[in-house]
């Protein structure tokens, strides 16, 4: 659990205050976090631990893909008391869906690659603007490239990333057997990995390159190829390019190219004050500098239902 992770890296849980500079005093409550798990760095490193020192609230936070998390709330087989998610679909498999949701932040797609990779030096080429953007799909496409990504029936960044190839595949005039070249089938099990592993195989060495968020590569300093904005799924201004692309997922149905943000909700039957007063310290003051330290761009909020269903100090916080 993340926050005993944080407790020991600190000296212990009765010493934890004490010995990252506060008073020793015992938490008073808890608050559960679920979060999709691109946003592990800025909330089990950065949100979560400064909240709990501020307040003496124990974080508790668990990451995996939207959709599988939205899934496990709505079976009451975890519990959580704020929901973080990329894009606002997985608010839907909630359940009883909530009647509001907030959106504030986007992170660009990047293919993140390992140093240790015979491919890197190509990798690095394109990287770096010395090969076009096009390589990059034929180097992914090379016999022995070993890719990683997340499963698009868990998660909106698998999708994305899909449909990202199948969008350069389409503007940039590629073969058409690129993307399934690249990616074979949307399940398959040489490729899809773990929202929460499949960096970390790429810092291993274990695969070639994989799907990521910027943040995600910033915080594992890991090298990356940056995608130009028709390809990143980021911005909403981009909209119309992404929904060029369309995909029919095992158990999800049909998806279209849609821009992603991060999206948050207080889900039904959570503990509302403190999920609430979580959310709110998580998007403003010192807690919004480091998603944007990471890589976050801060947009205008939207809300999805009615504003007036949004908490004062939730509105308050993204409007500040």
């Known amino acids: 659990m993340v926050g005993k992770r944080w407790w020991a890296a600190c000296g212990g849980a009765l010493l934890m205050l004490a010995a990252c500079g506060g008073p020793a005093a015992a938490p008073t409550a808890s608050v559960s976090v679920a979060y999709a798990g691109s946003l592990g760095?800025?909330?089990?490193?950065?949100?979560?631990?400064?909240?709990?020192?501020?307040?003496r609230i124990t974080y508790h936070?668990?990451?995996?893909?939207?959709?599988?998390?939205?899934?496990?709330?709505?079976?009451?087989?975890?519990?959580?008391?704020?929901?973080?998610s990329i894009g606002t679909k997985p608010i839907d498999d909630l359940g009883a869906r909530p009647?509001?949701?907030a959106c504030f932040a986007s992170a660009p797609l990047v293919v993140v690659y390992s140093p240790k990779s015979r491919f890197a030096p190509a990798?690095?080429?394109?990287?770096?603007?010395?090969?076009?953007?096009?390589?990059?799909?034929s180097v992914m496409a090379q016999p022995g490239f070993k890719l990683g990504r997340t499963n698009p029936a868990t998660d909106p960044q698998g999708q994305a990333f899909?449909?990202?190839?199948?969008?350069?595949?389409?503007?940039?005039?590629?073969?058409a057997s690129t993307a399934a070249t690249v990616l074979g089938a949307p399940d398959n099990p040489r490729q899809v990995l773990s929202e929460t592993s499949v960096v970390t195989q790429v810092q291993a060495g274990t695969i070639d390159a994989?799907?990521?968020?910027?943040?995600?590569?910033?915080?594992?300093?890991?090298?990356?190829?940056?995608?130009?904005p028709a390809l990143d799924f980021a911005n909403p201004a981009d909209q119309a390019l992404y929904g060029?692309?369309?995909?029919?997922?095992?158990?999800v149905g049909r998806v279209t190219g849609h821009a992603l943000r991060v999206c948050a909700t207080i889900p039904p039957g959570a503990h509302t004050k403190v999920g609430?007063?979580?959310?709110?310290?998580?998007?403003?003051?010192?807690?919004?500098?480091?998603?944007?330290?990471?890589?976050?761009?801060?947009g205008p909020p939207a809300y999805v239902g009615p504003a007036s269903a949004v908490p004062a100090s939730v509105k308050r916080a993204l409007s500040s």
């Not at 599988?68 to 929901?83: K, Q």
């Not at 899909?162 to 073969?175: G, R």
């Not at 060029?244 to 158990?251: E, Y």
């Open 276 to 298: 609430t007063r979580f959310l709110a310290y998580s998007l403003a003051g010192p807690a919004r500098a480091y998603w944007t330290r990471l890589g976050y761009e801060w």
């Open 244 to 251: 060029q692309v369309h995909k029919t997922f095992p158990t």
């Open 41 to 55: 760095p800025v909330m089990d490193l950065s949100v979560g631990p400064a909240f709990q020192r501020a307040t």
């Open 123 to 137: 990798l690095a080429a394109i990287a770096q603007g010395r090969q076009p953007i096009q390589s990059l799909f």
């Open 162 to 175: 899909y449909l990202m190839v199948m969008l350069a595949q389409k503007l940039y005039h590629l073969p």
């Open 210 to 228: 994989a799907s990521a968020f910027l943040p995600e590569a910033k915080s594992r300093h890991l090298p990356y190829v940056t995608l130009p």
């Open 61 to 84: 936070g668990r990451g995996a893909g939207s959709f599988g998390l939205a899934r496990e709330i709505a079976a009451h087989a975890i519990a959580a008391d704020v929901f973080y």
């Open 99 to 101: 009647t509001w949701a």
